[in-house]
């Protein structure tokens, strides 16, 4: 079989439209067309059925996909070996799923690990989004991920570090001056983040105690919290020991230790599955791993304002 066949394949499966595909493949999209109708009688299946905009696969298509995917990966690698992935000439663009703590506390590292080797590449920061992640990886629309919640499917992942959490709330707060019992933290007044991906983890250890909590407040970003909590002395907020260290040097806040065992969370970054560009790629998670793994974040960069501004 053509090999540019098993390609084109390999880039409608994951791509799942004729046009980005062919965007891909530096082609046209008749040329995709016609390269599936060849593909399509080659394996006597229509491979993939048109619902929408989207070409779904067919039974056979899913069983054949990882063979095909697993066989460009490396033949690609091997052609790699002659015309290597040079990280100081290459203008290539990268794509990296990221939380809004994560653009805020890992990506300064992340870019400025990835500029020093390859001056000419980009980066580009995409919204998480957990319902969409699976997808994103295994279409390749993502290169890498930076999440603290597990995923359903096989991606490979390496853990960068492990989340406690803690209690930060103004140095005014009745409960900053002592430990937090669990009465006082079960009274006191909540503040959260509505997109926060500890929330579940916090409900779940506070359903084991037989209690939970009613928010006072809440906010779309963990950037509106520090400014919140220091001009409010009755809210206090259930936050990762870094970002609440990064605060409180910089901002009238203080931190406690929590009155409960709460699981920590485990930050791991997760790379695409797909064929494309597998030596930027490994160069990529290579890179992004070593400037990443056992990284605190940089979370005072929400610092407080200077005196008068």
């Known amino acids: 079989m053509d090999l540019n066949l098993v390609r084109t394949f390999v880039a409608v499966y994951e791509a799942r439209n004729l046009t980005r595909a062919a965007a891909r493949l530096y082609v046209s999209q008749p040329a995709v067309s016609q390269a599936l109708a060849k593909l399509r009688r080659a394996l006597a299946d229509p491979l993939f059925a048109r619902t929408g905009r989207t070409m779904e696969p067919t039974p056979l298509a899913h069983s054949v996909y990882p063979g095909f995917r697993d066989s460009l990966v490396s033949i690609d690698r091997a052609l790699d070996t002659v015309h290597t992935f040079d990280p100081r000439t290459s203008d290539h663009r990268f794509r990296v799923a990221m939380s809004e703590l994560g653009e805020i506390g890992y990506f300064p590292a992340l870019f400025s690990a990835t500029r020093a080797e390859a001056p000419r590449v980009s980066v580009d920061v995409v919204p998480l989004d957990l319902d969409r992640l699976p997808a994103w990886l295994a279409r390749g629309t993502v290169d890498l991920a930076v999440t603290s919640l597990p995923l359903t499917g096989s991606f490979e992942h390496e853990v960068l570090k492990s989340e ?16 937090v019992g669990l009465s006082g933290y079960l009274d006191a007044h909540h503040a959260v983040v509505s997109g926060d991906s500890g929330r579940p983890t916090l409900e779940a250890a506070l359903r084991r105690l037989g209690a939970s909590i009613s928010p006072a407040a809440t906010v779309n970003h963990f950037a509106s919290l520090p400014a919140l909590l220091a001009t409010r002395d009755d809210l206090i907020a259930t936050v990762p020991v870094s970002i609440a260290t990064g605060w409180a040097a910089t901002w009238p806040l203080t931190l406690r230790e929590l009155p409960f065992e709460l699981t920590g969370a485990e930050v791991s970054l997760l790379r695409r599955t797909t064929a494309q560009h597998a030596a930027a790629l490994d160069w990529f998670h290579r890179t992004v791993l070593r400037a990443l793994r056992g990284e605190p974040g940089e979370f005072s960069a929400i610092g407080a304002p200077p005196p008068g501004g």
């Open 164 to 179: 406690g959490y803690v209690a930060l709330m103004g140095r005014g707060h009745p409960l900053a001056g002592h430990d």
